[in-house]
């Protein structure tokens, strides 16, 4: 009946990709969400624009990179993903009160912000704070899903918090832990509130939440280059 079933060895820890680490998980989210750009399965590197029109414009300091994101991208409910998804997003893994975004909050923590340029929200920019050599690949085409803001964020309380409140406790605390001594003394009402909303269960469960990033309209290169990746005999 053109059904394919899988089986797979335990249910999945959550769908929410920022707040699970468990192989089951990922495969899932891997198929709902999208990042950035993608890994060409046949030469192993992150060179395939995805939810991007083309790579970004790296600057000589390796501190900033410009993303232009295609216009025909749409969440599952129509509405179309924009840069201040992007913002969210990053937002949403950066902050330091939902522990359980820890263990992948780490590959992006050299950067320190990303904004629209001149208001284009097709067209973000991301600025580090340290020169971070696997910036591309852990967290461009890895760690940094891309989710729905409207969906995730209905009362907008990441507008609430800015990169620096950000800043002043993940930079701060340079090499070491952030702990909950550090937390305490840069307690942050917005950052706090939205890290209780995003660690509820059913974010992680309820259809409502779990939307992804397409199906969506593929120009020529860029199908075959999709085709290119699914029939590769090592995907």
């Known amino acids: 009946k053109n059904r394919v079933v899988e089986w797979e060895l335990s249910d999945f820890q959550a769908l929410n990709p920022f707040n699970s680490t468990d192989a089951n998980s990922t495969y899932a989210e891997e198929q709902i969400f999208d990042r950035l750009i993608a890994i060409d399965r046949k030469t192993m590197e992150y060179n395939v624009p995805w939810l991007a029109e083309a790579m970004p414009v790296e600057s000589a300091d390796h ?91 209905p009362k907008a309380l990441t507008d609430q918090y800015s990169w620096d ?31 209780e909303f995003f660690s509820k269960a059913e974010l992680s469960r309820d259809p409502k939440y779990i939307q992804g990033s397409g199906p969506y309209k593929l120009d020529e290169w860029k199908t075959q280059q999709f085709v290119r990746l699914v029939r590769n005999p090592n995907y």
């Open 63 to 153: 501190l900033s990179y410009d993303f232009h994101l295609r216009k025909d991208v749409k969440w599952a409910d129509g509405k179309p993903l924009t840069g201040e998804d992007v913002i969210f997003s990053l937002k949403a893994l950066k902050n330091p009160f939902n522990v359980l975004s820890a263990q992948k909050r780490v590959y992006v923590d050299a950067i320190h912000s990303v904004e629209l340029v001149d208001n284009d929200p097709y067209h973000v920019r991301f600025t580090l704070w340290k020169p971070y050599f696997l910036v591309m690949q852990a967290a461009f085409g890895d760690a940094l899903y891309i989710l729905p803001k409207h969906l995730f964020d």
């Open 165 to 195: 409140d950000i800043a002043v406790i993940v930079e701060g605390a340079g090499n070491k832990q952030i702990d909950s001594v550090m937390l305490a003394k840069h307690k942050n009402a917005a950052m706090s509130e939205f890290a």
